[in-house]
């Protein structure tokens, strides 16, 4: 097969379908995953010969290593892979339970790196490849009543940018999208919320929640505008480490970058003041 293998996770709705729709009119073959087994039939039978969908909870550890060597048994590989299955939460970080900070987890961080250690195998096999992260601008900049999300973007954020460095040397790129706010059911449907709500937060956390909610289907992004940028980096030579989208990412970033170079400028003489003399 001369076309681009593509493998997304999590092509239901929002970003995941965008991107899905946007690799097959550009003519590349799409292989992507549904949590329910008649998705993956309605998909199979629309775009037979344009893509394939397969069976997959990437909170399921037992699954991953199947549907893979499925794929690699089938199509030769993987040519670029979109870690996009995730779950939004909000709840001060004091709220959140350990049972439901581990689902969020499971679904944000240790799927997409079961799957990238795994797919990167797949790569340095070819030498050539592409991985992109579908982090959020919350895994660089925290937001009060988003603890537990941020928490889970920031570690994704932590492993693929060392992992971009052993990687690049092997002819492999990887990038992380950082999006904002999308028209996407990440602030409807598929929102989670901590079960516990304590009335001191209600002016922190619970303004967050508040908030959240009432943008829902107001959101500035348009999720197929960003599957085609996310397209485009692909084709280039040079794809950046990281790609903000939207207009509220940008302010949002530069608030972060702004808040640690002050930091830096006002502890600089106490970082200094602890090393040895000599």
């Known amino acids: ?36 087994q008649n998705q993956v039939d309605d998909f199979n039978r629309k775009y037979e010969g344009k893509g394939k969908a397969y069976l997959l909870d990437v909170t399921n550890q037992n699954q991953i290593p ?38 969020v987890f499971e679904a944000n961080f240790f799927g997409a790196l079961t799957i990238s250690q795994q797919v990167a195998a797949f790569m340095r096999e070819k030498g050539t490849g592409h991985i992109i992260q579908i982090s959020s601008h919350g895994g660089v900049k925290s937001f009060a009543g988003f603890g537990i999300y941020n928490a889970s973007k920031f ?4 492993f693929s940018e060392a992992m971009a460095q052993e990687l690049t040397p092997l002819g492999i790129n990887l990038t992380i999208v950082e999006p904002g706010p999308f028209r996407t059911e990440f602030a409807g449907n598929g929102l989670q919320q901590a079960e516990s709500i304590i009335d001191d937060y209600s002016e922190t956390a619970g303004t967050f929640r508040t ?68």
Not at 217 to 225: C, H, L, N, T, Y
């Open 211 to 278: 908030m959240l909610k009432g943008v829902h289907g107001k959101q500035e992004g348009d999720p197929q505008k960003a599957a085609e940028a996310i397209f485009r980096i692909t084709k280039t030579d040079l794809p950046p480490l990281r790609l903000p989208l939207g207009k509220i990412p940008l302010k949002t970033i530069q608030m972060k970058i702004d808040a640690l170079q002050d930091d830096l400028n006002k502890n600089r003489e106490i970082a200094e003041s602890v090393v040895y003399d000599n």
């Open 66 to 103: 199947e549907v893979l060597q499925n794929i690699k048994t089938g199509f030769g590989g993987i040519d670029v892979l979109v870690n996009n299955a995730g779950v939004g939460f909000v709840g001060a970080v004091e709220e959140t339970s350990l049972e439901e900070t581990r689902i």
């Open 1 to 36: 097969m001369n076309k681009r293998i593509w493998f997304v996770t999590g092509i239901s709705s929002g970003l995941g379908s965008a991107i899905s729709e946007c690799v097959i009119r550009n003519n590349e073959f799409l292989i992507g995953t549904f949590r329910k």
């Open 155 to 158: 570690a994704l954020e932590g």
